[in-house]
C-alpha cells in the first residue's frame, strides 16, 4: 500500500479532476508506469514477472453468485432424513448413514449434506414446513435394507392392538408418499395410543377414517376435543310430501 499510494495517489495530488473517468484513466497510467519499472536488484519489472510467471496460471472468474453458506451438524434419522430445524424441513440421506453425524452446509438455494469430508446428498433447498424433499434411490425400502422400520412393523404393532389401528394404519400407507415419510407420523400414533384408553383411541380411529385423514394432528385433535363420546347416527328422513316438487317432465 505504501508503494502503490507513492507511486501512484501522491503524484496525482496536485492534479484536479472533474469527473471519474478521467481520475481512473490517470491512475491506471500511472499503475501502468508502476508496473513496467524495473524493480530495484532485478532484471526484470513487475509486468515481465506476471507475463512469465503468473498469467498462465490464472483461471476464469466464477459465472455464478456468491452465496453466504451456513453449517449445522445433524444425526441422519432412522426414517432416511435429516431435519433442517430453521427450514423445519426434511432432506433424505442415503439409507447407510442412517444414525451417523453428517456435516450440512446450506446456501439460499442449495442444501449439501457431507460425511467425513465426502458429498453423499445435494438437495435444492425448500421452505415449505414439515415437507420433504426426498431421492427414492437414498430410502432403505427402495433397497430392502431395513428392520424395525418398515410398513410391516407398523402393521404388526397395530394390529396386535387393535383392528381398527391396523385398517387406519394400512390406509395411511397406501398414500402416495414414501414409507419413511410416514415413520415418524406411526410413531406418533403409537405414542398416542400409549396415553389414550383402548376404546376411546379406537374410537378416534374409527373418526378419522370415516373423514379420510390420516394425520397424526387429526387424530390429536379427536382426543385433545374428545370427539369420541357415543353419538347416534343421524337417519335419513324422506322429505315431505307437497306440491312444489316439479316432475321429470320439466327437464325434457
Given at each position: 500500500?505504501?508503494?502503490?499510494?507513492?507511486?501512484?495517489?501522491?503524484?496525482?495530488?496536485?492534479?484536479?479532476?472533474?469527473?471519474?473517468?478521467?481520475?481512473?484513466?490517470?491512475?491506471?497510467?500511472?499503475?501502468?508506469?508502476?508496473?513496467?519499472?524495473?524493480?530495484?536488484?532485478?532484471?526484470?519489472?513487475?509486468?515481465?514477472?506476471?507475463?512469465?510467471?503468473?498469467?498462465?496460471?490464472?483461471?476464469?472468474?466464477?459465472?455464478?453468485?456468491?452465496?453466504?453458506?451456513?453449517?449445522?451438524?445433524?444425526?441422519?434419522?432412522?426414517?432416511?432424513?435429516?431435519?433442517?430445524?430453521?427450514?423445519?424441513?426434511?432432506?433424505?440421506?442415503?439409507?447407510?448413514?442412517?444414525?451417523?453425524?453428517?456435516?450440512?452446509?446450506?446456501?439460499?438455494?442449495?442444501?449439501?449434506?457431507?460425511?467425513?469430508?465426502t458429498l453423499i446428498a445435494v438437495h435444492p433447498r425448500s421452505y415449505k414446513k414439515s415437507g420433504y424433499s426426498t431421492l427414492k434411490e437414498h430410502l432403505c425400502s427402495?433397497?430392502?435394507?431395513?428392520?424395525?422400520?418398515?410398513?410391516?412393523?407398523?402393521?404388526?404393532?397395530?394390529?396386535?392392538?387393535?383392528?381398527?389401528?391396523?385398517?387406519?394404519?394400512?390406509?395411511?400407507?397406501?398414500?402416495?408418499?414414501?414409507?419413511?415419510?410416514?415413520?415418524?407420523?406411526?410413531?406418533?400414533?403409537?405414542?398416542?395410543?400409549?396415553?389414550?384408553?383402548?376404546?376411546?383411541?379406537?374410537?378416534?380411529?374409527?373418526?378419522?377414517?370415516?373423514?379420510?385423514?390420516?394425520?397424526?394432528?387429526?387424530?390429536?385433535?379427536?382426543?385433545?376435543?374428545?370427539?369420541?363420546?357415543?353419538?347416534?347416527?343421524?337417519?335419513?328422513?324422506?322429505?315431505?310430501?307437497?306440491?312444489?316438487?316439479?316432475?321429470?317432465?320439466?327437464?325434457?
Amino acid at each position: 500500500m505504501k508503494l502503490i499510494y507513492n507511486r501512484v495517489y501522491a503524484k496525482l495530488r496536485n492534479q484536479q479532476f472533474f469527473d471519474l473517468p478521467s481520475l481512473n484513466q490517470a491512475i491506471r497510467e500511472k499503475v501502468k508506469a508502476h508496473n513496467q519499472t524495473r524493480m530495484q536488484r532485478k532484471e526484470y519489472c513487475r509486468e515481465e514477472k506476471f507475463l512469465a510467471d503468473e498469467k498462465q496460471t490464472l483461471i476464469p472468474l466464477v459465472t455464478q453468485d456468491f452465496e453466504i453458506k451456513y453449517y449445522k451438524r445433524h444425526k441422519v434419522a432412522k426414517n432416511n432424513h435429516i431435519y433442517l430445524t430453521i427450514d423445519k424441513h426434511y432432506y433424505s440421506v442415503p439409507y447407510a448413514y442412517i444414525g451417523v453425524q453428517v456435516k450440512v452446509i446450506y446456501t439460499r438455494n442449495l442444501v449439501r449434506i457431507y460425511s467425513k469430508g465426502t458429498l453423499i446428498a445435494v438437495h435444492p433447498r425448500s421452505y415449505k414446513k414439515s415437507g420433504y424433499s426426498t431421492l427414492k434411490e437414498h430410502l432403505c425400502s427402495h433397497h430392502q435394507h431395513y428392520l424395525t422400520r418398515s410398513p410391516e412393523y407398523y402393521l404388526q404393532r397395530g394390529y396386535k392392538h387393535s383392528e381398527d389401528l391396523y385398517q387406519y394404519l394400512k390406509a395411511l400407507f397406501k398414500q402416495d408418499k414414501y414409507p419413511e415419510q410416514l415413520y415418524r407420523t406411526c410413531d406418533g400414533i403409537f405414542n398416542l395410543a400409549k396415553k389414550t384408553a383402548p376404546l376411546e383411541f379406537t374410537k378416534a380411529c374409527t373418526i378419522a377414517m370415516d373423514n379420510h385423514n390420516y394425520s397424526f394432528g387429526f387424530l390429536q385433535r379427536i382426543l385433545e376435543n374428545k370427539m369420541t363420546g357415543d353419538t347416534q347416527a343421524i337417519k335419513d328422513k324422506d322429505l315431505p310430501e307437497h306440491q312444489n316438487i316439479r316432475g321429470a317432465s320439466s327437464y325434457k
